[in-house]
T-cell receptor, first 113, second 118 residues
Framework: ETGVTQSPTHLIKTRGQQVTLRCSSQ?????VSWYQQALGQGPQFIFQ???????GRGNFPPRFSGLQFPNYSSELNVNALELDDSALYLC????????????FGPGTRLLVL | KQEVTQIPAALSVPEGENLVLNCSFT??????LQWFRQDPGKGLTSLLL?????REQTSGRLNASLDKSSGRSTLYIAASQPGDSATYLC?????????????????FGEGTQLTVNP
């Protein structure tokens, strides 16, 4: 157990809908990163939030957006869902220094029909 | 652009074997390299983290080495057990630039799916 929790665990949506995924960071961690992992692939970096500000973004379109709250929990929002958005979405928390290991949550499995 | 490759993609071995998983990366400007374990449908568990200045790290039956100049890392698993069956992922963190918080974005390989048969 890493202390990072995500909700919901599974989700089914249809194309064009919007979805919000949630992540609760490990206590004391002020940085959260989101990753998308398609079946059989390694995770791909979506973006990172540090003290409520976006701090780096991967190669994902603007319909992927996020928020980090004062308690350092976080949301990932995806608008206009596409079939290729079907994946496991992972969040990871850390203290923000590169020396630290990132602690991953169990993920949210999203299926877009 | 950093690319991480893992070989083999899948590996099946009998219990008790010693085995080696390979990871290579194209850009040697890394801050650290990590090995993770992922059980089916689950999140990632960090196994070992090697700083760029280090050559290896050990934890129990696991030993990871890093050769930054050649862009290679290996994960050695001694005396494999059925409970070791999982996907093993390696990931690199880019070098921190100046004093800014560059963010610990990880670039992952596609993983090696390991099956240890009783």
């Amino acid at each position: 157990e890493t202390g990072v929790t995500q909700s919901p665990t599974h989700l089914i949506k249809t194309r064009g809908q919007q979805v919000t995924l949630r992540c609760s960071s490990q206590s004391g961690h002020n940085t959260v990163s989101w990753y998308q992992q398609a079946l059989g692939q390694g995770p791909q970096f979506i973006f990172q939030y540090y003290r409520e500000e976006e701090n780096g973004r991967g190669n994902f379109p603007p319909r992927f957006s996020g928020l980090q709250f004062p308690n350092y929990s976080s949301e990932l929002n995806v608008n206009a869902l596409e079939l290729d958005d079907s994946a496991l979405y992972l969040c990871a928390s850390s203290t923000g220094t590169d020396q630290e290991t990132q602690y991953f949550g169990p993920g949210t499995r999203l299926l877009v029909l | 652009k950093q690319e991480v490759t893992q070989i083999p993609a899948a590996l099946s071995v009998p219990e008790g074997e010693n085995l080696v998983l390979n990871c290579s990366f194209t850009d040697s400007a890394i801050y650290n390299l990590q090995w993770f374990r992922q059980d089916p449908g689950k999140g990632l568990t960090s196994l070992l983290l090697i700083q760029s200045s280090q050559r290896e790290q050990t934890s129990g039956r696991l030993n990871a080495s890093l050769d930054k100049s050649s862009g290679r890392s290996t994960l050695y698993i001694a005396a494999s057990q059925p409970g070791d069956s999982a996907t093993y992922l390696c990931a690199v963190t880019p070098t921190v630039r100046g004093g800014e918080t560059s963010g610990s974005r990880l670039t992952f390989g596609e993983g090696t799916q390991l099956t240890v048969n009783p």
